[in-house]
């Protein structure tokens, strides 16, 4: 069944600085919410209860991957940073260099870096260590997402807006399985969010927005426009999600996606999910009740459950 709103948000923390980023890992069940000056993690229970928050000693706090429930590697700048033994006195080691983003893989056990050289950087865990192993990559990379099974990437590609390209693995060093060349109006955007059944290629702070959906064993690509400009978008199965600065969360379903137009796309729901400051960074988490996870500017984090549609109209 399709999502139609979002329900009970409520405030499961507050970190008491600018949240930046945040990543879920499936097994064992968790959320970790990294914020910037000063630099903190939290890794939460995806029931709210209480986590644990970790104090870091790094310049900046811009992306987080969770290998474990024990280790996390963050961003900071160009550096990545492996945290071991977070639920206690974490050990910290640096591990990459030269990186511009870290994706995290929501089933865990490892990341990707994107460096500025057109290489990339795979953070594999290895029992309480990350091993890390660069690679060239194929192609002007400009943003990479995981799924817990594949890698999804955005190249450019003269004459378009790119080129999305769908791997099997952690990493796109295997051929692509999918490939879909976008509208030369999304060659100004530099982030994805991927999943099985639709992806977005987005730009924080762009109303412009290209969705990517697979059906009939093809993807197809186009550009929608939304009513105003998102500050962090994600998707769940055919859903998308778009978090913006004065609070809300508006949702878009499969169908409204499929018959989008060259209009202003409305939302399917919206929901103010009563966040202090502007809402920063969102996430979903769809193993058995689906969730989503939201971070505000003044160090809020918001949880709210993703409803679904009832078959009984």
């Given amino acids: 069944m399709p999502f139609k709103n979002l329900s009970s948000p409520r405030k499961v923390n507050q970190l008491g600085a600018e949240v930046r980023a945040s990543a879920i890992h499936l097994s064992p069940e968790l959320v970790a919410v990294l914020t910037n000056d000063p630099v903190r993690l939290a890794v939460l229970p995806v029931s709210g209860a209480n986590g644990k928050v970790t104090n870091i000693s790094l310049s900046s706090g811009d992306d987080v991957a969770l290998l474990s429930k024990d280790v996390a590697v963050v961003r900071s700048g160009d550096a990545v940073w492996a945290l071991i033994d977070i639920t206690h006195s974490p050990k910290m080691e640096q591990v990459a260099r030269d990186a511009r983003s870290l994706s995290m893989r929501p089933s865990g056990g490892s990341a990707l870096a994107l ?53 099997p693995g952690g990493t796109p060093e295997a051929g692509a399985s999918w490939r879909a060349e976008l509208p030369k109006d999304a060659a100004a955007l530099d982030r994805v969010r991927a999943g099985d059944k639709l992806s977005a290629v987005y ?29 962090d978008i994600a998707v769940l199965e055919t859903t998308l999600f778009a978090a913006f600065a004065d609070g809300y969360v508006a949702l878009y379903d499969g169908e409204t996606i499929a018959n989008a137009g060259s209009g202003t796309l409305e939302p399917t729901s ?44």
């Avoid at 990517?212 to 105003?228: D, F, I, N, P, Y």
């Fill in 270 to 313: 919206a929901q103010h999910i009563g966040a202090g400051g502007e809402l920063r960074s969102i996430s979903t988490f769809g193993k058995g009740s689906a969730t989503l996870w939201a971070g505000s500017s003044t160090g809020d984090v918001i949880t709210a459950s993703i409803v679904r549609k009832s078959l009984i109209s």
């Fill in 115 to 167: 460096s500025w050289d057109g290489q990339a950087t795979e953070l594999k865990l290895n029992k309480n260590e990350v091993d890390a192993r660069t690679f060239p990559l194929r192609g002007d990379v400009r943003a990479i997402d995981l799924t817990a099974t594949e890698t999804y990437v955005v190249v450019d590609k003269s004459g378009t807006g790119g080129e999305l390209r769908v791997h």
């Fill in 203 to 231: 730009k924080r702070g762009s109303a412009a927005v290209c969705v990517v959906t697979a059906s009939g064993g093809r993807l197809s690509a186009k550009m929608v426009q939304l009513a105003s400009k998102p500050t």
